[in-house]
């Protein structure tokens, strides 16, 4: 069973709208959670992570995220989106044992003129 | 920041010959480093990880034998693809860490493979 879900494969929204892409994570004990993009035939970018604290994540391009253990959940926003935003975006959680990350199956944002 | 190069970023080989992708940390030691594959429009598969002077940990499903990780300095990790076959094509990532924190992982650029 998949223990991060990314609700949506594609999200399109139009230049300077708002966009949120969603993500379900499983882990019932302490949660490592990142936002990944990734750009055409590229490696991935951390966009930002939750390690403790703040329940709000700021990251780089003015994305943000906001983790809610109540609701297991991990989704990424930001208020105005540019065409450069288009990207495959995959949400990941840690799991001490093993040392690895599982990702998302990945949320592909079209950002439309 | 820390970076990971991967070399090449792209290879065409012939069917039955055998590929080899090369994972550096250039600014730090990685103790730990992991190997993706990346179907077109799906997510990263976790292949295997290696850490420095020890045999790698393939996960279920993928052949040791056909995709060799060799992790022979804290700098370098490599991938030979052996005898590649056209179901090998794919898009393949390392990412590298330092220690076992959780949170430090910096991703190569990945090495997209054709296997004609």
């Known amino acids: 069973a998949q223990s991060v879900t990314q609700l949506d494969s594609q999200v399109p929204v139009f230049e300077e709208a708002p966009v949120e892409l969603r993500c379900n994570y499983s882990?019932?004990?302490?949660?490592?959670l990142f936002w990944y993009v990734q750009y055409p035939n590229q490696g991935l970018q951390l966009l930002l992570k939750?390690?403790?604290?703040?329940?709000l994540v700021k990251g780089i391009n003015g994305f943000e995220a906001e983790f809610n253990k109540s609701q297991t959940s991990f989704h990424l926003r930001k208020p105005s989106v540019h065409i450069s935003d288009t990207a495959e975006y995959f949400c990941?959680?840690?799991?001490?044992?093993?040392?690895?990350?599982?990702f998302g199956g990945g949320t592909r944002v079209l950002v439309k003129p | 920041g820390a970076v990971v190069s991967q070399h090449p970023s792209r290879v065409i080989c012939k069917s039955g010959t055998s590929v080899k992708i090369e994972c550096r940390s250039l600014d730090f030691q990685a103790t730990t480093m992991f190997w993706y594959r990346q179907f077109p429009k799906q997510s990263l598969m976790l292949m295997a990880t290696?850490?420095?002077?020890?045999?790698?940990?393939?996960e279920q499903g993928v052949e040791k034998d056909k995709f060799l990780i060799n992790h022979a300095s804290l700098t370098l990790s490599t991938l030979t693809v052996t005898s590649a076959h056209p179901e090998d094509s794919s898009f393949y990532i390392c990412?590298?860490?330092?220690?076992?924190?959780?949170?430090?992982?910096?991703f190569g650029s990945g090495t997209r493979l054709t296997v004609v």
């Open positions: 990412s590298a860490t330092e220690g076992n924190t959780g949170y430090g992982y910096t």
């Open positions: 882990s019932s004990v302490s949660v490592y």
């Open positions: 990941a959680e840690f799991k001490a044992a093993g040392n690895k990350l599982t």
């Open positions: 939750y390690l403790s604290g703040s329940t």
């Open positions: 290696s850490n420095e002077g020890s045999k790698a940990t393939y």
